[in-house]
């Protein structure tokens, strides 16, 4: 009676799954639900080994020779990445674990594709599942690998590769997938299913490519939110493939949380998900000329930023991906610690697509021992702003920038902003006067209230904190 | 938010309901034959077992098909028609999939409603680590010494870093998240 025993720890492993998400959504929880998560996974696992153990999948002796040898080393990479990566680095793990996953579900499909050599073919159903497994995770793993070159910033990834005709390409790939597909539905033949899947694998691997490739920049905590929906569904894929509930739930859990994160993506841009996937942005399309924009800019030293921020009631700050980039949330912090010892109230702005992936500077904040009590959210902090005596923005650009709100045909129109235009004065530190990622000039550096604090991200506020404590 | 929690309840009601359904339905499988492919794969040949047959089938089954059932796995097709003359088996196994996925959706999307920003990272990790349950399905087809085993090893090593390093990693970040 060993398999009711497995199925029903399977059960088990669901519903400490669903809780464990469910507590992960609350601060007070999260570290909990994250536990009974790895219990629930731990627990399907050794009791899928038993049940193997006992001969529950083949009338052979089971070998637990590959088992062994995977589990030890995939253990060991796991724990070597999740243990040496840096805080700053965090989305480009997310993306590789993501990629993993995504290939994992490739390769099961597969080998169990490959076990039917000699035997018995597979009825229409798991077919149908066996190419969305392939197709979904060769999707996950090779759009995850992309992301990763982006976020790692690989030199030679910099720029995406133009393809002619891209949405016809695509279109095409997706198409010459799904008739393969069907091809392999109308045959009986065990050898003609591997080939098939083997070139369905192979082109959903090349689409995987293609659809990554042009997004980038601010649009990648969409990209790795979808991704991370996407190896929910290859997962909940393979479920069907291997008659699996525990893959199937586990499996659309990730897949159904993943598309909640990436609406609430495109929410905080005001874009459609069919902007951010095919859309291509119009670069300076309406920005407007930045000499003209930028003629009144005035610049100011660390010096006078510390008088300014010496007679604060109240101070803003706002970071960025250019916080993340010159690794200075540690330099913020000590900054703001400092401000609070001399009774100045110091807040943190947060967008919510600030940064590479979601909660991205969330997460610096608080490598940083930031208080996450002092991190707001953007509904919260702007109707407050005009009560704002310096909002420091550092490494922000786009999502401070109040064309989104002037001008319906910027490209940024719509979107969301944090309304740091208000504040009494406004201290920007950024290295030059660049475009972000929409690739427009930001009017705010050129306000009346604002000022210009030229250099790298931690190197300034360094230098604002000394100036401070010699004050 | 407030409604949530009750939404909560019945969802996971419902879910394991159909789970304990799911369950019965597969052990109904298992105890005819053990291995659904090779009844299907008969199915699909003979939708219609000759009359004949399916009389001498029916006082079979009740005591013949649980021992038989390894076996049958191995041994030709004949013996599982015998075994196997419901026409709808197969369909209730992939109805009862859609099912427990298509609700397992729903309830994935009324868990994660509202979160606040500060654990948009750590449940994305998480529930990425949480994706490498294909660790199952990975183990499944790694345990034998074949080429398929190979591609299952592959399977194994990749889940394993994605299961054990998503739920370290999420760790690390939440107690960076912990009050001091």
């Known amino acids: 009676m060993l398999y009711p025993l497995v199925q029903i720890s399977y059960i088990v492993a669901s519903i400490l799954f669903i809780m464990g998400l469910k507590q992960m959504g609350r601060p007070k929880t999260a570290v909990r639900g994250n536990l009974l998560g790895a219990a629930g996974m731990l627990l399907a696992v050794v009791m899928t080994l038993v049940w193997i153990a006992n001969g529950g999948v083949s009338d052979q002796a089971a070998n637990f020779v590959f088992i062994g040898i995977g589990v030890i ?83 030679w990834m910099k720029k995406p590769f133009r393809v002619p005709m891209q949405h016809a390409v695509n279109g095409g790939l997706t198409l010459v997938i799904l008739l393969l597909t069907v091809l392999m539905l109308s045959t009986h033949s065990i050898g003609w299913h591997i080939t098939l899947y083997i070139f369905i694998a192979v082109l959903a691997s090349a689409l995987g490519v293609l659809l990554t490739n042009p997004i980038g920049g601010a649009d990648m905590p969409v990209v790795i939110a979808l991704l991370n929906s996407y190896s929910g569904l290859a997962a909940a894929a393979t479920g069907f493939v291997i008659d699996n509930n525990v893959l199937i739930i586990a499996g659309s859990l990730v897949g159904a949380s993943g598309v909640i994160l990436t609406q609430l993506m495109c929410k905080a841009m005001n874009r459609s998900l069919f902007n951010v996937l095919f859309g291509v942005m119009d670069a300076g399309g309406s920005g407007g000329n ?111 920038n109040p064309v989104a709100k002037t001008d319906p045909k910027s490209p940024i129109a719509g979107m969301p902003i944090i309304d740091v235009d208000k504040a009494r004065t406004v201290i920007v530190i950024k290295r030059s006067l660049s475009p972000g990622f929409a690739g427009i000039p930001n009017p705010l550096f050129a306000a009346d209230n604002a000022m210009m604090l030229y250099g790298d991200g931690k190197d300034a506020v360094l230098e604002i904190t000394t100036a401070l404590r010699e004050a | 938010m407030s409604r949530t929690p009750s939404t909560f309840k019945v969802f996971g009601l419902v879910v394991l309901a159909t789970l304990i359904g799911g369950l019965l339905f597969a052990q109904d499988d298992a105890k005819k034959g053990d291995a659904p492919a090779v009844a299907e794969a008969v199915e699909a040949e003979q939708p219609e077992p000759a009359p004949e047959a399916k009389a001498e089938a029916e006082p079979a089954p009740s005591k013949a098909a649980p021992e038989a059932a390894p076996e049958s796995m191995a041994t030709a097709a004949p013996i599982a028609a015998t075994i196997d003359t419901d026409p709808n088996a197969n369909w209730r196994r992939v109805i009862g999939s859609l099912t427990v996925f298509v609700l397992a959706v729903f309830v994935g999307f009324e868990v994660i409603t509202k979160v606040p920003p500060t654990l948009h990272t750590p449940l994305m990790s998480g529930s990425n680590a949480i994706s490498g349950i294909t660790l199952v399905g990975a183990v499944i087809v790694a345990a034998s010494m074949s080429f398929s085993g190979f591609v299952g090893f592959i399977a194994v090593t990749l889940a394993t870093v994605n299961a054990v390093g998503g739920f370290m990693v999420t760790h690390r970040m939440l107690a960076m998240f912990k009050k001091r």
């Not at chain 1, 490739?106 to 050599?117: G, H, K």
């Not at chain 1, 009144?296 to 993340?324: H, K």
Request: net charge negative; charged share 15%; aromatic share 6%.
């Open chain 1, 73 to 155: 080393i995939g253990g060991a990479i796991g724990a070597v990445l999740a243990l040496r990566v840096q805080m700053t680095q965090m989305p480009q793990l997310v993306a590789l674990f993501n990629g993993f996953g995504g290939a994992a579900s490739i390769f099961v499909a597969a080998a169990e594709l490959f076990s039917r050599y000699g035997g018995n073919a597979m009825t229409n159903d798991v077919l149908i599942a066996t190419a969305a497994s392939g197709i979904i995770g060769a999707v996950t793993f090779w759009g995850s690998l992309v992301a990763f070159g982006k976020l790692q910033e690989l030199s």
């Open chain 1, 290 to 400: 930045a000499d003209e924009i930028y003629a009144n800019v005035r610049s100011t030293s660390a010096d006078d930023v510390a008088l300014i921020l010496e007679t604060a009631q109240r101070v803003v700050i706002v970071p960025g991906y250019g916080m993340a980039v010159a690794q200075a949330q540690h330099a913020v912090r000590n900054l703001g610690k400092m401000l609070e010892e001399r009774g100045t109230t110091v807040e943190y702005a947060i967008h919510p697509v600030a940064g590479r992936m979601p909660g991205h500077m969330n997460v610096l904040l608080a490598e940083a021992d930031v208080d996450y009590d002092k991190l707001m959210e953007m509904d919260a902090i702007n109707p407050t702003m005009d009560t704002c005596d310096v909002a420091i923005v550092i490494g922000a650009n786009d999502v401070v």
